[in-house]
């Protein structure tokens, strides 16, 4: 298993990357479960998107969720924004961490804002200027890393490349997005190595969904390879709404059980973490996918008198 | 990741282990699931298993369904059976590889057939000898191997002395299971090597639930750890019916597909078993919780023209 981290720290993603994949909820819901969350210990969390309310309804009330908020001391917020508008109402927001999104599949990119990866790039670049201007830190999210579900493999090489040009053009981070759940430890492997190979000196974070029932095994895999930074989605909430066959994201309560039972700290109270993928439950109505949610952690001993 | 083995040998279970936590169905699906499993490459399949009826009505047709099964060339299957009244069934019916179980808790071993761990090794003993004597090879399943849920963790040392005894008592194989979902990969860890330190000398082969969404991790680090026998069950079909909590076992198909991926062959056409998944789906009239079944696999493209 080699060298284990002592610490794996999670960016809690359920209340934008989950609720903007779920049918909408009601501010006073997502409010009540981002400050569930907040409560866990969990180090950051992923709050709201600033996107165009007719492309995605789910966020359009994201100024209100995030004003409404009692943020936690020794926790990281961040937002997502498409682009400049979004930036600028991130930035009013008060955010000083966001993330934009390029696709590595040229066919993907297209498909979701009908420009070529080296174009987006060309507009990250420009996003990640203003945001310095700002203040603010920027984190660059690589989509479809691990494979495309038009093209299917993705060549490591070139994610590495689109690496080196968001390196070069300041970005203060860098996350993989595993968006269609095609990531396995084989290309987690293969993807983490070719990263470290262009030695871009940026800070490297995973972003796996379980499609297909791997993201746990890709988790290990990447903590292997001396990974510590992954997305969670508290209850395994949400997906992706342009990727056909996607499922829910790995979920946050499954990445922190395991992490535990290993003896690597994640700051997160799991006990509390259930609480919050309960309410997830109850204010989405729907069975979430999590193993660790319905059966509880291993711990959780049957009693005999039953 | 070590030193990969070429080839894994997964055993199909989904037709005794699987549909006997299921809601019954009748003797046709059940010789047709089994059919459809012995035509996907399979090498191996856990067939039926010889239990009272009233205690597990799911398999009250066992010689039934055996007899009416279209065996195929290079598939070794075999039956499971609690006691000696079982292992004489399943030699009257032609099984020359027989499985019987016990489990490594005491406490979870009492409340299954009210005796000890202790008690249940010279039961077995005298079945591996009953199996011998008729020319049949005799596995033991561990249950429990990796914690139970109403004594919590089981000391990896104590499992390992339960390995020795059977191996003692002419044991020609052990499996580990994973009974109620508690395997991790540091459990996984801690098993294999306590077991590889006694060095009792029998084949080992694991069996996982994904209960907490750890099975591909565990299996993950099996592999690493030298281990190349595995059950998993189509579909995920199953669980186990004494075991609160517990949710499907490792689906055949996520198994198949990571393996692959990882250039590590296992014999299965993963396309039919896929069919044979559907197949289970559509047999057992529920929604099965493999994410291969469900969005194919990560080389299966969405077209553009959609």
């Known amino acids: 298993m080699g060298n284990m981290p002592g610490f794996v720290s999670i960016r809690e993603v359920g209340p934008r990357d989950g609720l903007q994949n779920e049918e909408p909820i009601p501010t006073e819901a997502k409010v009540r479960l981002l400050d569930a969350l907040s409560r866990t210990g969990v180090r950051r969390i992923e709050a709201v998107s600033f996107v165009h309310p007719k492309a995605i309804p789910q966020m359009a009330d994201a100024d209100e969720v995030w004003r409404r908020a009692e943020r936690a001391d020794g926790v ?4 997502l924004v498409p682009n400049i508008r979004g930036a600028q109402r991130a930035l009013a927001a008060g955010f000083t961490e966001v993330e ?3 696709s590595a599949s040229d066919t993907h990119n297209r498909r979701n804002i009908n420009r070529s990866t080296d174009e987006s790039l060309d507009d990250v670049a420009e996003l990640v200027g203003l945001l310095h201007d700002a203040g603010a ?3 660059v999210i690589v989509a479809t890393s691990f494979g495309c579900p038009y093209e299917g493999d993705v060549d490591p090489v070139r994610v590495a490349g689109i690496v080196d040009r968001v390196a070069r053009d300041g970005a203060d981070r860098v996350a993989f997005g595993d968006t269609t759940g095609m990531a396995t430890p084989r290309r987690v492997r293969e993807v983490v190595t070719a990263v470290r190979d262009r030695n871009a000196g940026i800070p490297v974070l995973l972003h796996f969904h379980n499609t ?3 993201a746990l095994a890709n988790l290990l895999t990447a903590i292997e390879l001396g990974v510590t930074e992954f997305d969670a989605s508290v209850g395994g909430l949400g997906g992706c709404p342009y990727a056909p066959g996607a499922s829910g994201n790995l979920a946050t309560e499954e990445a922190v059980h395991m ?3 290993m ?3 994640t700051g997160v109270d799991l006990a509390a973490l259930i609480e919050a993928a309960e309410l997830a439950e109850e204010l989405t109505g729907r ?3 999590s193993g660790v949610l319905r059966a ?3 711990t959780r001993l049957t009693p005999l008198a039953s």
Do not use: F, K, M, N
């Open 212 to 214: 297909r029932g791997t």
């Open 263 to 265: 003896g690597i700290d």
């Open 137 to 139: 830190q920027a984190e």
């Open 296 to 298: 509880g952690p291993r």
């Open 76 to 79: 990281r917020y961040s937002a």
């Open 259 to 261: 992490l535990h039972d």
């Open 287 to 289: 069975r979430l996918p």
């Open 100 to 102: 934009v999104v390029v």
